[in-house]
Structures are given as C-alpha cells and as structure tokens.
C-alpha cells in the first residue's frame, strides 16, 4: 500500500495488475490494465520529479515489445500519475473518434456525481452532466471533472501527447470509465514513446481544477505572464478582428491605413490612449484558398507598411491563420499540404523553424507585441499528420513559439481544440487563450453562451498558467445596423473581470468613453482584479443555460479582500437567487456597482434573461467599509491601489496611486462617525447610515493617502 499523507491510498494487485484508489478509506477508482496482458513482475520504489517525492508501482507486460507501467503517488500533492512506455496498439478503426485505448482505464465508482468536461472541437463548449444524465458525456475531451455527494473531487487528462491523447469516456449501466487512449487515426508509434496521465484531486470540481493546473504547470515548469509587464495584457487594445467594425471593411472614401489613424487620433483627442492596434486576416495577401501566401503586407492596402507605422504611433498585434497551398515561400521552405472532408485545403511548413523565425523578425521590425495565431483547429482538421503522428504537431508549434519568444513576441492561441490548451504547457511564450465564440453584437441567437463558454473556460485556461482573452466588443448602441450593442455595459464588466487582454472595436466616433474608464486609465492600462472571476462551485452542478451562473474574483491586501460578485442570468427564464453577505468569512458590505448603493445586508435578486447584477463584497474594516473607486468595475484594483492596511484605532489607510493622471470616486459606509483625511488634511466627517461619496484628482506616479480614524481622536 502507498499513502499520501494518509488521505489517498493506492492497492494493487500483483497478480491482475487491477488497482483500486480510496480516500479517506472511500473506493473512488478501481483500475486495470485494459488489454490484459500478461504481467512479468512487479517492482516498488520511491522517486522524485517536479511535482515533488513519490512512491511507485512498476511493471513490464509480455506485450512483445518492452512495455513498461508505471503508477506515481505523491507524498505531498493528491496527484496519481500513469504512463506507459511502448504500448502494443492494434489500430482497427483509423478513425478519430475510436480510442486506441491505453493505460489505464478507470472506473468511477461513486453512486451519485456531477461532472464537468468540455466539447474537444473548437470552439470547446462546457457540457455538464450527471450520474442521472449521462447522455451528455462527449465520447472524448482533453479533460474531465467530476465530484461526488462527499465533494471529493477529481480532474483527469493526458499529461504528454496532448494532441494524439486524449481522454475516452464509456458509458454502461450508469457507471463512468475514462481512459487514456490515442486517437483512432495515430498510425504508428516511435520505438521508446511514453504516454502519460494525470488524475487530481481536490474539494469539487473547482479546487480539483485548479488543483490540475498546479500540477500540470509544476511538472511542465511553465509559470503565468505578469500581466504587469506585457502590453498586450496591460493596455486595452483597438481590435480589427470578425465582431469590430472595420473587419474587411474601412470609412467610406478611406484607405485602411487612414482609418486606423483617424480611429487612434480619436480616441487619443478623447483622453484615451490604446497601447496597441491589431491587424486581423485582412492585413496580408491570400491565395484562392483564402490561406496566407507570404504573411506580409497585402499591396493593395499599404502602399508602404514601414511609413503607415510611423505614422500610427501604436505597436501592433499581428494576426495569423493557415499558410494557402499556393504559397510562393514553397520555393524556398518545405510544406505539406492537408485537406478536410469537404475538399478545403490548406498547408503548413514542415521547416517550420526557419519560417517561423522569418515572420518572427518581420514583427519585431514591424513593432509588434502580439502574435496571434489562429484556425488552430482548422490545421488539426486539415492535416492528417498532426492528428496521426505522435510528434509532428510538437515540432510545428515548438518551433512557433521559439521563434517569437526569441524576439520576445508573446502568443495568443485563438480557435483551438481543447489540446491546444493543454500543448500550450510546453511553451512559455504562448501566453493567452481565446476562450469563447466569435463576438457578434447583432446576436442573432443572443450571446449568452459566449458569457458561459468564456466564465468556465477561464478556470481551465488561467489554471494552466494562460490568460483568457473574451474576444473584442462593441462598447455603445451608438452604431449602424448590425453593431449596435444593447449589451455594452454587461460585455465591458465580463472583460474587466477576466484578467485577460481586452479590445475594442467601434467605429469612428461611436465609442462610449465612460464604458471604457469602467475598465481602463486615460493611459491604456487596465483595471484588473488579482486573478480572472471563476463560476462558484455550485455552478458546476447544473447547466447554467438553466440555473444562471455567478462568478467571483477578488483584490486582496494583507488579508483584506475585496471581492467582485456578478450574477449573469444566461437561462431562458427569470433567475432568482439570494447574495448572502457572509458568504465569506468575515464581515461585508455589499455595494451595489451599478445602483451605487452601500447595503450592510443580504441582497436578494429577481433577473430576466440576460440581465447582470453586480455586486463588491466590501470587508468592514474597524468602523467602517470603503470602496476606492466607484467608477471602476474593480474598484480596488491594485492598479491604482498600492496597500491598505487596518489601524489600530478601528480605522485604516489607503495608499493609491496611478500611472497617469485620473479622477477617482470613493465611497465609504461608516458604523460609527469617522473622521476622513486626505494626506493627513481632514475632509469630512461620514456619519452612521449616510454613505458619503469624496472626489479626489491624482497625478502621475504621486501617492495619495486616504485615512479614516475614529471622530474625534
């Protein structure tokens, strides 16, 4: 027997191989060797590796090619890890959706669960099911998440070979069995190969997650961006991209470049500075394929590329697809050409390196801060190689990621399938993930599931050290047809609490700029919480297409957090539901962001569809609860909040201070009468049940202290 810290016990058979994995003495997994072969031996012994010290079973089958099991428990981390070294496959299929299975195969052996996976092709839509609804269990997804009645939770995926891997689900008699396996299309495997598994536990799907990441991340080396430092996740952008105005499409009797002048110019003369400009598809020439002849500038719409990016004054963020089979680079690189079952074709470079390095120095010439690469799926699609060979897709997107991490480009992966998420531990350049669908303003079927696919997918995306990026949208109604944004507000607040890039796409004069100082300074930069707003966990127990979805993020100073609470009513009815004011421990008051109101009591909701509320959790600090800006979704954001700290007196102090000139609103709710100073100059008294509301002007780099101390002392 094999323990970690007593909590999580592994039992094998020496004989069967089978294997059974309790916590806390509760069977949760029986396991076997699915193609029964024949076991040589048995060897146990202790190891350690990035995830930390471990204890392990070993085994060679009699598969006739040295195949090697092996099952890792960590000491210190509920993590089981199993990988098998040259595994006998016997491909009947060739076909995707038929798992070559591998090992193990796993049975879930709870009575009652709830789960959580997400669809494995683009665009990875979150499906919840249930031991009472198990039709809904896709056939295979990257990763799976269950938890039991007890909320032991549980996270499964592939821990190498993210895109030949993935994990198959069975479905019998209301018992779950996940496996490893290779897709059905994976031709051969190279002598020596490994194949890897992980299963993670926590408390609920949620913390199981996360739980995940932490593992996954450790064992890959791979740490977050600080998105203090890169632009592309410090600044809002202006976005060209499928969802903005000007996709495929400039001001009447205006060239592109001029557009994108005049759009910068305004914005500026607005007293809001972009920190970069993406150029979608339309940038670059195309083949009759509509794929990428040489990823430079189309002549047809820069007459001189270098001159249009003096004159923009902007950095650039670079968008990318699949390379067109007509692609004049065949003259001096090697490719391969793919197709799907339609006929639609594409190609990709087998000297993927030199061609990588080559757009890569492009955009560093160019000033480009941002790679984005697009119609990841679509290479997965069309390729036959990346789906059947074990290494191929490694290669390609290594050599991508080291190209532009050379010249310190870092990347976006947009369209991908769920192994996209998980290849993207290996690179540390790639630092973002398009969680959702494309935006639409016009919403023909409402945009509801976009809210659902981004809120979920954030979890899976910032657990595994990526940042996810909700797409461009439309800031006001302000627009013609087709562009007009109802929901404006609602898309703006989803941004602000992704912790992810964020970019606009309006047209010339039509941008709501008290949208934006919601979410961003005059100088660009965002406003963003510690981390991105995660669905709570109940909210892994049922559809949120029938239950509505809360999320939750925060700002937390010396044990002080401020937390951010949007309700999103994404079903088809009224939601009602309840804001309890202790939800956390410690004592809150509730401030109402777009009512303005501080309430020191629960707060109960009736929503129509698609309607949001928003609420800040305000810790009671001493005597009294303080909001640092009311104009900002974040309103305590450490972009602008440098430390606050209790006093001894029951009262506290806030040191803010910004990088450009802007105006904040506090707001303070008071318990007992307060005296208020600013840079130890009294301002006010703020007098029990009468919310007082101050203004104060900051200037660049120059700290300002707000002090509340008991009245009188």
Same mark, same amino acid.
Request: with cysteine.
């Given at each position: ?377 679509? &290479?997965?699609?069309? $390729?036959?190689? +990346? %789906?059947? =060979?074990? @290494?191929? *897709?490694? #290669?390609? !997107? ?27 531990? &290996?690179?540390?350049? $790639?630092?973002? +993930? %398009?969680? =959702?669908? @494309?935006? *639409?303003? #016009?919403? !023909? ?41 109802? *929901? ?226």
């Amino acid at each position: 027997m094999l323990s970690l810290n007593g909590r999580i016990t592994l039992n094998v058979s020496c004989d069967t191989g089978e294997f059974e994995i309790k916590i806390m003495n509760q069977k949760i997994i029986t396991g076997q060797i699915r193609h029964r072969w024949k076991i040589q031996r048995w060897n146990k012994g202790e190891g350690k590796d990035r995830l930390g010290a471990f204890s392990y079973y070993s085994a060679r089958l009699e598969t006739g090619k040295k195949t090697k099991i092996q099952i890792r428990t960590y000491w210190n981390f509920p993590a089981i890890l199993f990988s098998v070294r040259n595994p006998c496959i016997n491909n009947e299929y060739e076909s995707f959706d038929h798992p070559i299975f591998l090992f193990p195969t796993l049975e879930i052996n709870w009575m009652e669960y709830k789960g959580f996976t997400c669809s494995y092709w683009c665009w990875p839509t979150p499906v919840f099911f249930s031991s009472e609804k198990l039709d809904k269990i896709p056939k295979y997804s990257s990763f799976i998440f269950l938890k039991n009645l007890e909320n032991i939770g549980l996270a499964a995926s592939p821990a190498n070979a993210f895109l030949p891997c993935y994990i198959a689900t069975e479905v019998k008699n209301g018992t779950i069995k996940i496996s490893l396996a290779l897709n059905g299309e994976v031709e051969r495997i190279p002598e020596n190969s490994k194949f890897e598994s992980i299963i993670v536990f926590g408390n609920g799907i949620k913390e199981s997650i996360q739980n995940w990441g932490k593992a996954l991340t450790k064992l890959y080396n791979k740490s977050r961006a600080d998105f203090n430092r890169h632009p592309l996740l410090k600044y809002i952008g202006y976005w060209t991209d499928k969802g903005a105005y000007y996709y495929y499409r400039t001001e009447k009797k205006l060239s592109y470049d001029e557009t994108l002048k005049r759009i910068i110019k305004y914005l500026k003369e607005n007293g809001f500075k972009p920190g970069y400009v993406e150029l979608d598809s339309w940038w670059y020439e195309k083949g009759d394929d509509n794929g990428i002849l040489t990823w430079t500038p189309d002549p047809t719409i820069f007459k001189d590329f270098e001159h249009f990016l003096s004159d923009l004054k902007c950095p650039i963020v670079l968008h990318s697809r699949f390379f067109s089979t007509e692609t004049p680079l065949k003259k001096y690189y090697q490719f391969i050409d793919g197709a799907d079952r339609r006929g639609k074709q594409l190609s990709i470079p087998l000297d993927s390196d030199k061609v990588y390095h080559e757009m890569a120095a492009n955009a560093s010439k160019w000033r480009c801060i941002g790679y984005e690469q697009d119609w990841l799926t679509t &290479h997965e699609e069309r $390729v036959e190689r +990346i %789906r059947s =060979s074990i @290494d191929f *897709y490694l #290669k390609w !997107l290594e050599d991508m990621a080291k190209a532009f991490e050379r010249y310190e480009i870092p990347i976006i992966y947009c369209m991908p399938t769920t192994a996209f998420y998980l290849a993207s531990l &290996h690179f540390p350049s $790639v630092i973002a +993930i %398009r969680t =959702s669908d @494309d935006y *639409y303003a #016009k919403r !023909l079927y409402g945009n509801e599931h976009l809210w659902i696919q981004n809120f979920y997918c954030s979890l899976i995306a910032y657990s595994l050290a990526l940042y996810p990026f909700f797409d461009v949208f439309i800031t006001s109604e302000n627009h013609p047809k087709d562009f007009k944004e109802p *929901y404006a507000a609602e898309e703006a607040l989803a941004r602000a609490l992704s912790c992810g890039p964020i970019g606009i796409g309006d047209r010339l004069g039509c941008t709501d700029f008290n949208i934006l100082r919601r979410i961003c300074l005059p100088d660009g930069t965002l406003i963003k919480p510690d981390r991105p707003a995660f669905p709570l966990e109940e909210c892994f127990d049922n559809d949120p297409s029938e239950n509505g979805l809360i999320v939750e993020t925060l700002s937390e100073f010396s044990g002080l957090a401020w937390r951010y609470v949007a309700v999103w009513n994404v079903s088809k009815n009224d939601l009602v539901c309840k804001l309890d004011r202790r939800m956390w421990e410690g004592e809150y008051v509730l401030y109402e962001w777009f009512g303005k109101a501080l309430k020191a009591a629960d707060v109960k909701l009736r929503l129509a569809p698609r309607q949001v509320a928003y609420y800040v959790y305000a810790p009671i600090i001493g005597q009294s609860s303080l909001i640092v800006d009311s104009l900002s979704y974040v309103t305590n954001s450490k972009i602008f909040v440098r430390e606050i700290y209790e006093d001894y007196d029951g009262g506290w102090e806030v040191t803010i201070e910004s990088p450009c000139s802007v105006t904040i609103n506090p707001m303070i709710m008071a318990f007992k009468p307060i005296d208020v100073f600013i840079n130890d100059r009294f301002i006010k008294e703020v007098q029990p049940g009468r919310p007082a509301s101050l203004e104060i002007r900051i200037k660049p780099r120059i700290p300002v202290v707000l002090k509340a101390k008991s009245h009188g002392l």
